[in-house]
């Protein structure tokens, strides 16, 4: 794609709506401000936030790009003052504050990671949104740990299978839920025992597969439509860590003497509400645990499909139509 100087194209929500408001813009290049890295994008990730965002119910901050993308792939094309992890022309790919779906892309050098060894920039545009979540709310809130019992919903979405294999990596017993036999079977696939949640209910299945001693943490996309049978699902002690909301935010007729006998502990958490500093927490802590895993070759993303910039609209149907197993993919081409 030919550019005049300091031109690139990125994609803009041009109202709330359908897939078919993101629409190719024209727009100037930005410039790294001080403790800022600017990546020439190769890939990025598409996520169930940039659609929220999309449908107008998830804004970014004040001050912050309106451009959706949260995690991008890319060479460093120039950096900011102070900058000195990365330099110009390292591989990289990070969590963004928005941005994502451009040709260029402003990110803070703090929420920068190297691409690991033998990685595809689409594969690497696949792991930090995913990656900073799940550590962030399955390792970190939920405090999942070797010998304990955890149930993942959404078992093949990128999250899902991406916490399915850490899961089987540090030796945690999973569970997961999926609406097809042949979800189910990734899931089993990843090391995890599947439910079919269209023909069995998961914490029937929970507690019989647990000797009725529930799990020590579930990570919840869902909410309100879960969430009883979620809390009935949680053994003593158990954490409940809700992430999504795709079964909405309100739930009613919740049995709080179940939650007090257990004493369980409902918490929850987004991404886009954390500072910079536990941003670069995260990142610190991928870097050390998660990255030697993925240089080995490891852990590996699972990617369902890519599709050019200007067909942002075809990803998001994509990921709406929730066919897809494991992660979409933007690519610059």
């Given amino acids: 794609m030919l550019h005049t100087a300091n031109k690139m194209t990125v994609i803009e929500i041009s109202e709330p709506g359908g897939p078919e408001v993101l629409t190719p813009l024209e727009t100037t290049i930005p410039v790294p401000k001080a403790g800022e890295v600017l990546v020439r994008v190769e890939a990025a990730g598409v996520n169930r ?17 309106p451009i959706p993308g949260l995690e991008v792939a890319g060479t460093v094309s ?47 545009a696949a792991l930090p949104e995913t990656l900073f979540t799940v550590w962030a709310n399955l390792f970190k809130i939920g405090g999942a740990t070797q010998g304990q019992r955890v ?16 899961c089987r990596e ?6 997961a839920t999926a609406g097809s036999d042949d979800k189910c079977d990734v899931i089993a696939e990843l090391g995890a025992t599947p439910v079919n949640y269209r023909t069995t209910d998961f914490s029937d299945f929970i507690l019989k597969q647990t ?14 439509s879960y969430f009883s049978r979620n809390i009935r699902s949680l053994g003593m002690d158990g954490r ?5 909301f795709l079964g909405g935010a309100y739930a009613e007729q919740v049995d709080l003497q179940e939650l007090a006998l257990k004493r369980a502990v409902v918490t929850g958490s987004t991404m886009r509400a954390r500072t910079a500093a536990e941003k670069a927490e995260i990142a610190n802590d991928l870097l050390k645990n998660i990255w030697p895993i993925l240089n080995a070759g490891r852990c590996h993303p699972m990617i369902h499909s890519t599709f050019p910039l200007r067909e942002a609209a ?20």
């Fill in 78 to 124: 120039s950096i900011g003052e102070g900058v000195t992890g990365v330099k110009i022309g390292d591989r990289v790919c990070a969590l963004t504050n928005g941005g994502g779906y451009g040709e260029y892309c402003i990110v803070p050098e703090s929420q920068t990671l190297p691409v690991p060894d033998s990685m595809s920039m689409i594969e690497a």
């Fill in 240 to 244: 409940l860590v809700i992430i999504g």
């Fill in 49 to 65: 936030p940039d659609v929220i965002q999309r449908q107008g119910h998830y804004p970014m901050p004040e001050g912050v790009t």
């Fill in 211 to 224: 000797d009725g001693r529930g799990v020590d943490i579930i990570l919840d996309i869902m909410g309100a």
């Fill in 151 to 166: 149930l993942i919903h959404g078992g093949t979405s990128g999250i899902g299978t991406t916490a399915l294999m850490l």
């Fill in 170 to 175: 540090f030796g945690i017993e999973a569970y």
């Fill in 314 to 333: 075809r990803a998001h149907a994509m990921m709406e139509s929730g066919k897809h197993v494991g992660k979409i993919v933007l690519t610059m081409n």
